[in-house]
C-alpha cells in the first residue's frame, strides 16, 4: 500500500538571523512519504494542473536564475518538498508580500525534508504554508483548489496581522542598507514599534513618535483650541465657533454666511466632515451625523478651493497632496449607482484595504455624496441623461502629490502651525485655489492640524511621485551620525558559553556601561539577578534589547537557541565562539553531521559587524575555520601562546590575547601587554585554572572585552577579584 502524501512533522518559527539567512523564516519539517519516488516529471498532467492553478510561477528563476527557472526544475523533475517552498512564496507573493527567501533541503532520512519560507509574519506565513499543501495536493490528486478565495483570505491576513503601511515604510526606511536600524514590533498585531536597541532606542506607533509631546496630541484633537492657537500667532484659520444644538449651529451659520463647514471638533480622517453646505436644512439634516463622531461639533466658514494635506517632519515640509473632486457623466442607460461602480469604483487603485489610495465610493454609507448628488437633484436610482455630468464628492482622497508646486510661503505656514501646536510629525491640513501661491492672496486658510497623520497617500500617490517620507521620519528620529545599537555580545560554542559571557558582562559593568546579561543562569541587569529562569530563549534576551536603560548586551547563544529561535538581535559587535565538539550535538534538528554543527555555530559569527570582531579560539582547528567569515576584525585566543593562528595574527600585526610567562598578554602584532598575572587571579586560584577550560574561557572574555574597548588597566581589576563562583545579586 502506497502513502502519496505530504505530512507536517514540526514548524519551528526562526524569529531572527539563523543557519539559513539574516531574516525571519519558517523550518518545515516534511514528510512526502512514497512522493519520494515520485518527482515532478512522473505524475502526469502535474506540470499543467500546478501552472494553470499558479501562473505567476513563471517569475520564479530557482537555482538556475533565469525567469522560468523553477518551470524547467519542474518539467525536468524535482520533489515536492522543493515545489512546497515554491508554491508557499508565491501564495505570499499574490498576497502582497512580494519576494521572499527560500530553501528546500534533504535530511539524511529518506523521503524527510527541511522546507524554509520567508516569515513576515508567523500567522500569516503558516496559514500560506498550510494552504501551499492543500494546492500541491490538490494538483498532485488531480483535484480543483480555489486558489482566488485562498489569496484573498491571505489578504485579510496581511490586513490584520502585517505592519499597517505608515508604520512599514519607516521600518522599511530605518531597515535601508544606509541606516540597518533595527527593529522590535512591541505588540503582536499593532504598530508600536521600536527602533533600535536599548538605551539608543526611539519607539514609533504608526506616524506618532516618543517625541511627539501628549499634550501637543491633546491640543490638535480640540478643534477650537487649535483654532484659537493658530489665530493668536496669526496663522489664517476660516471664522466660525463650537454649537451645541442644531438651531444653534443654525445660527452660527447664519451668522458666518452660507456656505458653511459642519464637523466634529475633535474628530479625525475626515469622518463626519461635511463641507459647501449652503442651507439651514442641510446644516439641521448634518449636525447629528457630525455629532455622533466626536464629542462637540464646529460650524465654521467655507473656503472655496481644494483641501490639500501637507506632511511636516521635524520642522520641514516633506510632502504635500491634494484632494480631487469625484463626478460620473450619464449614458441616459445606468443610474447613478450603476455608474459610480463603472466610472468610479473599477479604477484599480480603488479598494477597502490600506493598501490602496483610493476609497471605493458607496452612496449608502457616504452622507456627504449623497448630499452632494440631492443637491443636483438625483439620488443613487436616478438615471442622468447622456452626457450630464453628476458631482458625487467634491474632495476625495488627498492622493495626488503636489509637494514641488507648494509655495514657500505656505510651507512656512505649515512648519509654523505644528510648531505652535506642539507636534514633530503633523499632518496640516489647508484650503486653498492655488497651492502655488500663497495663502493671504487667495482667503485659504490652514483648516486642521493632526497628530499621527496617515502616510499612505505620500508613499502611493494616484497621481505623482511617492515621496520618501518615511526616511524623512527615521531622519528626524536619528543624526545621520547617531549609532541606534549599543554593543550586543553573542557568546556561544559547545562549552563554556556561560562563564565567558557572564565575565564580560562584569567587565563591561565595570568600565561603567549599564550592562543586560541573558545566559542559562537568568537575566541580568547591571550585575543584579532579574530572572532565575533560563535565560537563552527569545523571549528573554528580546526583554534585555526593549529595555531603555541598557547601554551593553551580552547573550548565550546555544547551538539549540540557534536552531529553535535564531538570534534575537540582527547584528553584533562582538561574536565569540568558544570551541566546537560536535558530537555533543548531534540528534536534535536533523542535525547529525560535523558540516551541520558547523554551520549553525557560523552563524554567531555571519553577524558579526564590519566595525566589530569576532573572538575564536585558536587552539580549535574548526574554531579558526570561522574565521574567514568575519565581516569585522578576528581576535584569536590561545592558552599556548604558540598556537598556529596566534603566531599568524602576530606576524600580520593583528591583536591577540595569549598566556605567557604566568600572565595573560595582549598583544598587537609583536607589542605585547601583560595584563595580568595568572597567579594574581582569583578564579584560577586552588588548582581551578587547571580545570579543562576555565583559563580559555578567562582569555575569551578578556579578549572580548578588549574588542569592546574596556581598557587593559580596567581588565586588570575586572578580573583579579573575580569569582564566578560568588552568590548572585537578586532583586
Not at 501562473?55 to 519542474?74: A, D, N, Q, V, W
Not at 530605518?174 to 521600536?194: C, F, H, M, T
Not at 574548526?622 to 585566543?637: K, Q, R
Request: hydrophobic share 40%.
Amino acid at each position: 500500500m502506497t502513502n502519496k502524501t505530504i505530512e507536517f512533522l514540526n514548524v519551528l518559527h526562526l524569529r531572527g538571523p539563523n543557519i539559513w539567512t539574516y531574516r525571519s523564516v519558517l523550518e518545515a519539517w516534511v514528510d512526502i512519504h512514497d512522493l519520494e519516488d515520485c518527482p515532478s516529471n512522473v505524475i502526469p498532467g502535474f506540470y499543467e494542473r500546478l501552472t494553470t492553478m499558479l501562473p505567476t510561477l513563471i517569475e520564479h528563476r530557482c537555482s538556475i536564475g533565469e525567469r522560468g527557472g523553477f518551470l524547467k526544475r519542474l518539467r525536468d523533475g524535482t520533489w515536492p518538498g522543493h515545489i512546497l517552498e515554491h508554491v508557499t512564496l508565491e501564495l505570499q507573493n499574490l498576497a502582497g508580500m512580494s519576494g521572499g527567501f527560500g530553501k528546500a533541503r534533504e535530511t539524511s532520512i529518506r523521503g524527510i525534508y527541511k522546507v524554509v519560507i520567508r516569515a513576515w509574519q508567523k500567522d500569516v506565513s503558516m496559514a500560506a504554508l498550510n494552504m501551499g499543501h492543500d494546492l500541491l495536493m490538490a494538483a498532485i490528486e488531480e483535484r480543483p483548489y480555489d486558489v482566488d478565495a485562498a489569496v484573498l483570505k491571505l489578504r485579510d491576513l496581511v490586513d490584520t496581522h502585517l505592519l499597517g503601511p505608515s508604520t512599514r515604510c519607516i521600518v522599511e526606511a530605518a531597515a535601508d542598507k544606509q541606516r540597518r536600524i533595527p527593529y522590535i514590533r512591541l505588540l503582536a498585531e499593532g504598530n508600536l514599534v521600536q527602533l533600535g536597541y536599548g538605551a539608543r532606542q526611539r519607539r514609533i506607533w504608526t506616524a506618532e513618535t516618543d517625541r511627539t509631546p501628549a499634550i501637543a496630541e491633546s491640543i490638535s484633537r480640540e478643534k477650537d483650541l487649535t483654532k484659537t492657537l493658530l489665530e493668536s500667532c496669526g496663522v489664517p484659520i476660516p471664522e466660525g465657533r463650537i454649537v451645541t444644538s442644531i438651531e444653534d449651529a443654525i445660527e452660527a451659520a447664519e451668522d458666518i454666511g452660507y456656505p458653511v463647514v459642519v464637523k466634529p471638533s475633535d474628530g479625525n480622517h475626515a469622518r463626519g466632515v461635511f463641507t459647501n453646505i449652503r442651507t439651514a436644512a442641510e446644516v439641521a439634516e448634518l449636525y447629528p451625523l457630525a455629532d455622533a463622531e466626536g464629542s462637540e461639533v464646529m460650524v465654521e466658514r467655507f473656503i472655496k478651493g481644494s483641501e490639500h494635506r501637507l506632511l511636516v517632519v521635524g520642522g520641514k515640509m516633506v510632502a504635500a497632496n491634494k484632494g480631487d473632486t469625484v463626478s460620473v457623466v450619464g449614458d441616459g442607460v445606468n443610474t447613478i449607482d450603476q455608474l459610480i461602480e463603472t466610472q468610479i469604483n473599477s479604477d484599480p487603485r480603488r479598494g477597502v484595504e490600506h493598501e490602496f489610495p483610493l476609497y471605493l465610493i458607496k452612496l449608502d454609507n457616504y452622507p456627504a455624496a449623497q448630499m452632494e448628488v440631492a443637491r443636483q437633484g438625483f439620488n443613487g436610482s436616478s438615471v442622468p441623461a447622456a452626457g450630464q455630468e453628476v458631482m458625487i464628492v467634491r474632495t476625495s482622497n488627498m492622493a495626488f502629490d503636489v509637494t514641488d508646486e507648494v509655495h514657500p510661503d505656505n510651507a512656512e505656514l505649515a512648519c509654523l502651525a505644528a510648531r505652535i501646536v506642539g507636534l514633530d510629525i503633523a499632518g496640516i491640513d489647508l484650503v486653498c485655489e492655488d497651492i502655488s501661491r500663497p495663502l493671504a492672496e487667495q482667503r485659504g486658510a490652514i483648516v486642521e492640524v493632526n497628530a499621527g497623520p496617515g502616510l499612505l497617500m505620500h508613499i502611493k500617490p494616484a497621481v505623482g511621485q511617492p515621496r520618501p517620507v518615511g526616511e524623512a521620519i527615521v531622519d528626524h528620529l536619528f543624526a545621520k551620525d547617531e549609532d541606534s545599537r549599543i554593543p550586543v555580545v553573542g557568546v556561544t560554542g559547545s562549552r563554556g558559553k556561560t562563564p565567558v559571557a557572564r565575565l564580560i558582562a562584569h567587565l563591561l559593568r565595570l568600565s561603567g556601561q549599564y550592562t543586560g546579561l541573558a545566559c542559562s543562569e537568568g537575566v541580568f541587569l547591571d550585575g543584579r539577578q532579574v530572572e532565575t529562569a533560563e535565560g537563552t530563549n527569545w523571549d528573554a534576551a528580546e526583554r534585555v534589547l526593549m529595555n531603555r536603560s541598557v547601554e551593553a548586551a551580552v547573550f548565550e547563544n546555544s547551538h539549540r537557541s540557534i536552531l529553535a529561535d535564531g538570534t534575537v538581535y540582527d547584528r553584533c559587535q562582538v561574536g565569540v565562539v568558544t570551541n566546537i565538539d560536535p558530537e555533543l550535538h548531534y540528534g536534535e534538528f536533523y542535525i547529525d553531521t560535523p558540516e551541520k554543527v558547523w554551520n549553525t555555530f557560523r552563524t554567531q559569527i555571519d553577524l558579526v559587524l564590519s566595525n566589530g570582531a569576532a573572538i575564536l579560539n585558536a587552539e580549535d582547528p574548526a574554531v579558526v575555520e570561522l574565521a574567514e567569515l568575519s565581516d569585522g576584525e578576528v581576535i584569536f585566543y590561545a592558552v599556548d601562546s604558540a598556537a598556529e593562528a596566534v603566531a599568524t595574527a602576530r606576524s600580520e600585526g593583528r591583536r591577540t590575547v595569549y598566556v605567557k610567562d604566568g600572565a595573560i598578554v595582549l598583544a598587537t602584532g609583536e607589542t605585547e601587554d601583560p595584563v595580568a598575572r595568572l597567579a594574581k587571579i582569583a578564579m584560577l586560584a586552588g588548582g581551578k585554572g587547571e580545570q579543562p577550560g576555565v583559563l580559555s574561557n578567562l582569555l575569551a572574555a578578556v579578549a572580548a572585552a578588549w574588542a569592546l574597548g574596556v581598557s587593559p588597566a580596567m581588565i586588570r581589576a575586572g578580573v583579579k577579584p573575580y569569582d564566578p563562583a560568588a552568590p548572585l545579586r537578586n532583586e
